[in-house]
T-cell receptor, first 119, second 114 residues
Framework: DGGITQSPKYLFRKEGQNVTLSCEQN?????MYWYRQDPGQGLRLIYY???????QKGDIAEGYSVSREKKESFPLTVTSAQKNPTAFYLC??????????????????FGDGTRLSIL | GNSVTQMEGPVTLSEEAFLTINCTYT??????LFWYVQYPGEGLQLLLK?????DKGSNKGFEATYRKETTSFHLEKGSVQVSDSAVYFC?????????????FGQGTILTVHP
């Protein structure tokens, strides 16, 4: 089945520890996004990537890092510099730019999320 | 910058009641507008979308019309069911170099009782 797989579903972080959240897609989509969801605040953009080996900061990138070495994968690392990491993290993708449709008209597809908590 | 404002919730309704969730936006240019739904413990699913003024998006009995004059995209359903209980997000995707980035409202929790 085509889709987006986020793992793990639940993750716990100790003080001073970096943790990495996985996002894998088999939709052949070019663009990938990471959002953070907190209660009552909607979703906020952390990082996004338009193509392999390229990514840009979103609105709340501090304390996070990403890589995009393969089209299918866009892992997010929550570093120890992120002082309030407890949240629900969602990965999303949007379709290929090569089809001629402006990517902003296309809906994003979301994974089922990873819930990160502090021990 | 771009922003989306949704009506404050939570919203509690009885089954078969009429639903309206208000959404207004601020954006430069001509954004595309979306409604997403989130069920407990899951990611977001696209409910409907509209890409230009006066377009009406519809799906599963839900409707929303892109009103440029009032910068609104209110979600409506004529008769809600218990299975519609979820969190609803209004979002916009602006043009130019935004490259599909979504700006979300804060979400509205809907609970439908039998």
């Amino acid at each position: 089945d085509g889709g987006i797989t986020q793992s793990p579903k639940y993750l716990f972080r100790k003080e001073g520890q970096n943790v990495t959240l996985s996002c894998e897609q088999n939709l052949n989509h070019d663009a990938m996004y990471w959002y953070r969801q907190d209660p009552g605040q909607g979703l906020r953009l952390i990082y996004y990537s338009q193509i392999v080996n390229d990514f840009q900061k979103g609105d709340i990138a501090e304390g996070y890092s990403v890589s995009r070495e393969k089209k299918e994968s866009f892992p997010l690392t929550v570093t120890s510099a992120q002082k309030n990491p407890t949240a629900f993290y969602l990965c999303a993708t949007v379709g290929s730019v090569h089809r001629g449709n402006w990517v902003g008209n296309q809906p994003q597809h979301f994974g089922d999320g990873t819930r990160l908590s502090i021990l | 910058g771009n922003s989306v404002t949704q009506m404050e919730g939570p919203v509690t309704l009885s089954e078969e009641a009429f639903l309206t969730i208000n959404c207004t936006y601020t954006a430069t240019g001509y954004p595309s507008l979306f409604w997403y739904v989130q069920y407990p413990g899951e990611g977001l699913q696209l409910l409907l979308k509209a890409t230009k003024a006066d377009d009406k998006g519809s799906n599963k009995g839900f409707e929303a019309t892109y009103r440029k004059e009032t910068t609104s995209f209110h979600l409506e359903k004529g008769s809600v069911q218990v299975s519609d209980s979820a969190v609803y997000f209004c979002a916009l995707s602006a043009g130019g170099t935004s490259y599909g980035k979504l700006t979300f409202g804060q979400g509205t929790i809907l609970t439908v009782h039998p």
